[in-house]
């Protein structure tokens, strides 16, 4: 692979190597000029998100010890656009004195769903009941312990979704228990809805976390996000950003990540409770909001975290702000739709990622930001069906 040197700003300025060249790494683009940084990025292809604004984007595979190592070489220190990178290469990266942020001995704990849920127990932070299974017994006898009926995960590669069953009965594992490898069981919680906790941490310990999110999910896609999450129990509230902090230190997590609960109301006019779903070391779709909404965003707070300088300020620019993540639909062309609704509503923030069109596919979101959150929601809403073609006025 020839790898494109990334253009040194003078002044001693760093550059940040960025592994995928997704839409997280294309977002990372305006915080680091901003910041008067130099991004480079190892892109999947040349026309992937990143590689479209990001001048330095040399072509190669995450997968490739030899092509990372040349990547790496040219920047100050490497970061993420997804979690997918093997063991042996992060560990290639390491042994090679790269600055890896997050470490490989953090990431497991968003690569593997196991070794996550292990963890955590061991750090007493509250999650649904779990068991690894090797097999239909196995996942039977948790059912019948637990309740049915069970989610199953596969414990690495899942996302959006995908690796994650509602299962009814044993017999309906057979295909993925065919592969031989234990799987992940849970009990199904009666949650009232989930929430995201959004925190940043850099190696010399100092952190930060934004107001707790409310996440809605369609299929097991993100569809919208409400910033701050409206009629948030103030005890949940504290006990949930206490705990992701609490995990940043003892995972020794750098970088933004996101810790994604489950609201269980309370019975008995009790207080709700929460579990931990799941956790995402990198910027996180729940985060998109403080593009627009927060006075830092995620974006320049990992470029802040992994540089160890320090953090910015997370308070929020307006009482309420609204994401809606916006999906391919009947349009290809998305540029003249574009146009009209930065005519009809110039408070609009239109973010797209570059990607081409396919149905189902995150193509990009809005935000919108201010004081009435029902007339947010319907404006969001309004963006991203258009956008999508399921509303055409």
Not at 318 to 344: C, F, I, Q, S
Request: aromatic share 6%.
């Amino acid at each position: 692979m020839r790898v494109t040197s990334p253009q040194r700003a003078p002044g001693g300025f760093p550059v940040v190597g960025i592994i995928g060249g997704g839409q997280l790494a294309r977002m990372c683009q305006p915080p680091a000029i901003n910041l008067s940084l130099t991004l480079s990025v190892l892109s999947e292809a040349p026309d992937a998100a990143a590689a479209l604004v990001v001048p330095s984007a040399p072509v190669g595979s995450h997968l490739d010890v030899d092509e990372v190592l040349a990547f790496a070489r040219e920047c100050d220190v490497v970061t993420f656009d997804h979690e997918h990178v093997p063991d042996h290469v992060l560990r290639a990266l390491v042994d090679a004195g790269v600055p890896v942020h997050p470490k490989p001995e953090a990431l497991v704990f968003a690569q593997d769903k196991l070794a996550m849920r292990e963890r955590l127990t061991e750090l007493r932070v509250p999650c649904p009941a779990w068991a690894p299974v090797q097999d239909e017994a196995e996942l039977a006898a948790f059912g019948d312990l637990h309740g049915w009926p069970v989610v199953l995960k596969t414990p690495r590669g899942g996302y959006d979704g995908k690796g994650v069953r509602v299962i009814g009965a044993a017999a309906e594992a057979a295909d993925w228990f065919a592969h031989g490898e234990a799987l992940l069981a849970e009990e199904c919680v009666p949650f009232s809805r989930e929430l995201a906790v959004l925190v940043a941490r850099s190696p010399s310990g100092q952190a930060a976390v934004w107001p707790i999110v409310q996440t809605v999910q369609v299929d097991g896609i993100c569809t919208e996000v409400l910033a701050p999450a409206p009629e948030l129990d103030a005890s949940l509230a504290a006990g949930a950003s206490e705990a992701a902090l609490r995990l940043a230190g003892e995972l020794d997590i750098t970088g933004v990540f996101a810790v994604e609960i489950f609201e269980i109301p309370g019975t008995g006019g009790g207080s709700p409770s929460y579990v931990v779903n799941e956790l995402a070391m990198r910027p996180h779709n729940s985060g998109h909001w403080t593009m627009d909404g927060s006075v830092t965003s995620q974006f320049e707070q990992h470029l802040r975290a992994v540089l160890d300088l320090p953090l910015g300020d997370v308070a929020p620019r307006a009482p309420w702000t609204v994401m809606g993540n916006v999906l391919g639909g009947d349009y290809d062309e998305l540029y003249p739709t574009y146009k009209h609704l930065l005519a009809r509503d110039p408070g609009l923030k239109v973010h797209l990622y570059g990607k081409g069109v396919r149905p189902g596919r995150k193509i990009g979101h809005v935000n919108v930001y201010g004081d009435d959150l029902d007339a947010l929601r319907e404006r969001a809403r309004h963006a991203a069906d258009y956008l999508e073609g399921t509303v055409t006025e």
